[in-house]
């Protein structure tokens, strides 16, 4: 049996226990059927609600990965690179990296206030720790064999060796940090989302908490693992493959 039909199979069976405990054992007043979860699926497309609030989640997401990406990754080089960096500054990301970035949801709303910058800055905040981390171990990791190999072909010590050497070599790390900061900015854009205004998928879920529409809620919570799924397999792990191949490292994928 194919992967695709094993995981199909276990969804079409799971969506029949869930439909069948729903009936038999009354508990609608807690949690909605599959039927009530598509309709509220259905409607949300139809008005527009959902839509809306994906794209606007998406774009706020996408800006915040990116700025999380670059400036991980730039911390990850100079920790790797620089053991006094790595000794201080390296070592108060660590510490960071333990406090949920919904932690720092007030101090963003008092420096900018219940808007697009405070869910973008929470945003960041929850995928860069992990995306620095990743690359230091991922740089710490490269044989110094590969390095003066490619110093004595002519490569040379800065941004050639940096992007020809240094970025293939940590990949299998990077990529595993790509895709964990990912997941935490998902979480950190839901929860910034929850509290400060606008269009979004957080504020839609708190609007379902508030009317008490379970249905509506678990439909936001099942669109978000579907944009976290899909993505990690049709781009992280596309990626991943390809690079690999092309720089002869598919050994070394985890």
Known sequence: M??????????????IAWEAGYRIFGWGWKFPSVSQTLQAFYDGI?????????????????????????IGMTLGFLFARYRFLDDTLGFLVVSLQTIPSIAWLPFAIIWFGLNETSVIFITTLGATWTMALASRTGIKNIPP??????????????FNLFIQVMIPAAFPHLINGVRTAWAFAWRALVAGELIAKGAGLGQLLQDGRNLGDTSLMLCIVIII??????????????????????????????
């Open 2 to 15: 194919s992967t695709a039909l094993r995981r199909t199979t276990f969804l079409v069976l799971l969506l």
């Open 46 to 70: 139809v008005h527009g609600e959902l839509l809306q609030a994906t794209g606007a989640s998406m774009l706020r997401l996408l800006i915040s990965f990116a700025l999380s990406l670059v």
């Open 145 to 158: 064999i590969y390095l003066r190999a490619a110093q004595t072909m002519g490569t040379g010590n800065g």
């Open 225 to 254: 693992a579907v944009l976290g799924t899909v993505s990690d397999h049709f781009c992280f792990k596309k990626l991943e493959d390809k690079v690999l191949e092309r720089y002869g490292l598919a050994g070394s994928k985890s």
